[in-house]
T-cell receptor
């Protein structure tokens, strides 16, 4: 079974530029999550999708971050404009369902550096 | 609000010795508890989870964890550590009660494990 795929693996941008990350979850997984992991900290949930609907985006900085999952499969996370404090690893995860104690499976992450 | 504390930033252990990584949690209801491991430049890899039943949970790579409700703890253990166990370990908690706004997984800050030959 293929795991969660993410691209790019690394991205370096200047502040105020835009950036987008892509995630392809495990086949058949209805729930998709985006996390931000700042160096030295645990992952923090940014947004959770159930199929193509948003379940929780309470910690997403909506003035600059946006995410979509149009067909209930792949997802894109965008930052516009980026700030220095956005430097982090962005992790995508997926699970079969969200209501049960289902295991989340993580992709390798995208390491973003904002200069 | 739910939270996880991993009181040790780093744990050093000699290869072949027992390994323990500590985790305590806070949640309004009853918890689901998880352990993940992260190797350099890799995503988080699931180790084990506690749902219900036996307080001792066995997981991947010889790891196990013990749920202690009275102490609100879920410590990760391995009887004999390997150099290849050197990595970053994360404990996570989730409330059992199903919520319309989703059941967020909250992670601790992580504990770095260094196993020396």
């Amino acid at each position: 079974e293929a795991g969660v795929a993410q691209s790019p693996r690394y991205k370096i941008i200047e502040k105020r530029q835009s950036v987008a990350f892509w995630c392809n979850p495990i086949s058949g997984h209805a729930t998709l999550y985006w996390y931000q992991q700042i160096l030295g900290q645990g992952p923090k949930l940014l947004i959770q999708f159930q199929n193509n609907g948003v379940v929780d985006d309470s910690q997403l900085p909506k003035d600059r971050f946006s995410a979509e999952r149009l067909k209930g499969v792949d997802s894109t996370l965008k930052i516009q404009p980026a700030k220095l404090e956005d430097s982090a690893v962005y992790l995508c995860a997926s699970s079969l369902v969200s209501g049960a104690p289902d295991t989340q499976y993580f992709g390798p992450g995208t390491r973003l550096t904002v200069l | 609000a739910q939270s996880v504390a991993q009181p040790e930033d780093q744990v050093n252990v000699a290869e072949g010795n027992p390994l323990t990584v500590k985790c305590t949690y806070s949640v309004s209801g009853n918890p689901y508890l998880f352990w993940y491991v992260q190797y350099p430049n890799r995503g988080l890899q699931f180790l084990l989870k506690y749902i219900t039943g036996d307080n001792l949970v066995k997981g991947s790579y010889g790891f196990e964890a013990e749920f202690n409700k009275s102490q609100t703890s879920f410590h990760l253990k391995k009887p004999s550590a390997l150099v290849s166990d050197s990595a970053l370990y994360f404990c996570a908690v989730r409330d059992r009660e199903i919520k319309a706004a989703g059941n967020k997984l909250t992670f601790g800050g992580g504990t770095r494990v260094l196993v020396k030959p």
